[in-house]
């Protein structure tokens, strides 16, 4: 490529329009990244907190056992997050209202309530920022086409104060907007690939939280009705 034409300079020579589409262009860029990296994390492990806190729940371990385990974590300041959260809330509604010696429907239907406003926090948890990273996906590349249209327009304008055109007047507005397409492209893919991405894990994870609610309502429902 021609020295003359290198992307910076093109983008430090484009008409304030464009540029301020390549500043726009360039945020949404970083923050898409900050968000699949941030999102990358926590989904990862919500996804591994699935798979160890089933490891120990089916391991035949006592319910009140498992419970007090968590009860250390918290105390050690060890997050407890996800699908022990959501076994944290039913367990200890179910208990509380055992105690009391309240009707056996009620202290199931109180557990279940409860497991259901813990699957909520947790799913709100996994599911944030998610449709910030879905709308860069789906604006970036009508941010990079206004400044397309733009170039275009400057690159015609610049024919027209010309009384001969050659391609030294309509290379730069050419690739002034080219470039423009190229960056919102560049901002948007990433963007729509992790979305698709992270919302099937997201699916996937609640899906595994909503099906081990129902197998330990089951569970509760099976220890009330054999006292």
Same mark, same amino acid.
């Given at each position: ?99 009391? $010696?309240?009707?056996?429907? /009620?202290?199931?239907?109180? *557990?279940?309530?409860?497991?259901? @406003? %813990? #699957?909520? +926090? ?54 002034? $907007?080219?470039?423009?397409? /190229?960056?919102?492209?560049? *901002?948007?893919?990433?963007?729509? @690939? %992790? #979305?698709? +991405? ?30």
């Amino acid at each position: 490529m021609n020295e003359g034409f290198n992307p910076i300079e093109l983008m430090l020579n484009a008409s304030p329009v464009v540029q301020l589409v390549f500043l726009i262009l360039l945020i949404t860029s970083v923050l898409s990244w900050v968000i699949i990296v941030q999102r990358w994390l926590v989904l990862s492990a919500a996804r591994k907190g699935v798979f160890s806190f089933e490891q120990r729940f089916w391991s035949g371990i006592d319910l009140g056992q498992l419970y007090k385990q968590g009860n250390q974590m918290l105390e050690e300041e060890v997050p407890v997050v996800g699908m022990e959260n959501i076994f944290r809330a039913g367990f200890k509604e179910f208990m509380r209202l055992r105690k009391q $010696a309240v009707d056996k429907e /009620a202290v199931m239907e109180g *557990a279940q309530r409860a497991m259901r @406003v %813990a #699957y909520s +926090r947790e799913e709100e948890k996994l599911e944030k920022h998610l449709p910030i990273l879905a709308t860069i996906g789906s604006v970036s590349v009508y941010i990079g086409l206004f400044g397309t249209v733009i170039g275009i327009m400057n690159t015609f304008l610049a024919i027209a104060s010309q009384a001969q055109a050659s391609i030294l007047v309509l290379a730069p507005g050419i690739a002034e $907007a080219l470039l423009a397409t /190229a960056i919102g492209l560049f *901002a948007a893919i990433p963007a729509v @690939v %992790a #979305y698709n +991405r992270y919302s099937a894990t997201l699916d996937h994870v609640t899906s595994s939280y909503i099906t081990f609610s129902d197998e330990f309502s089951s569970i509760l429902h099976r220890q009330i009705h054999s006292t």
